[in-house]
């Protein structure tokens, strides 16, 4: 990852897109949204929660899936223990600013990524779009976070953001360079552009809410 993406002193647009290229997403969030997640911050924050939850859950069910894959066993492993971590600190943060974390809601994101995923066929097929989809999810909360963590006005928020940032980012690139291990680099390119063309066009219809990470 390069010094520009992780610098969160540069507020310009463009950098705004470099750093939405590099994570090979097709469309920027629209940086109105940070104000607009302010406003209802104990939401972002249950549903950050949340996002980190599921996140563990998806990694443990890719470990029982594709056991038979030593790769996906060594080094999804290390990111169920990161992501549980990450729940832990989410809800450090509520209780800290006297927040619960409530019940849980259903991420309408993930629900219309799940719609692209090829069903049927080979078995290495399903652990191809598992670990696009993914890459994909950490990718765009990668780009969300960075987002809070330019433009949000509480500083200690900013700090916070930052550190998953961070982190998203190299879940991100963890599982592009699974998919590449295993499957030829001229098929995973093709799925890849395919997973981001669709993805583009969910949030170019997706309505900017500020009670949801995605």
């Known amino acids: 990852m390069s010094d520009n993406f992780k610098a969160s002193k540069d507020f310009t647009k463009e950098q705004n897109l470099e750093a939405v290229r590099m994570l090979g997403l097709k469309l920027a969030t629209d940086p109105r949204w940070v104000n607009i997640a302010e406003k209802s911050i104990h939401e ?3 549903d950050h929660a949340f996002c980190e939850q599921k996140a563990a859950t998806q990694c443990i069910s890719l470990i029982v899936r ?4 030593p790769k996906i066993v060594e080094k999804v492993a290390p990111v169920v223990s990161e992501e549980w971590g990450h729940f832990r600190k989410v809800l450090k943060e509520l209780k800290k600013r006297g927040l619960e974390l409530g019940k849980s809601r259903k991420d309408e994101y993930v629900l219309e990524l799940l719609k692209f995923v090829i069903k049927g066929g080979p078995k290495e097929d399903h652990l191809l779009e598992q670990l696009l989809l993914c890459g994909l999810i950490e990718a765009r909360s990668c780009e ?3 987002l809070l963590s ?17 982190s998203e980012a190299g ?5 592009l ?3 590449r291990t295993y499957f030829p680099p001229d098929k995973v390119k093709k799925r890849w552009q395919e997973w981001l063309d669709y993805e583009a066009s969910v949030m170019e219809n997706w309505t900017l809410r500020g009670d949801r990470v995605h």
């Open 171 to 175: 879940h991100y690139t963890l599982f």
């Open 144 to 146: 969300r976070f960075r």
């Open 44 to 46: 972002i924050l249950v």
């Open 150 to 166: 330019l433009y949000c006005t509480d500083e200690q928020l900013k700090e916070f953001y930052y550190e998953f940032m961070v």
């Open 66 to 69: 594709f056991a038979d894959y």
């Open 177 to 179: 360079d699974l998919a």
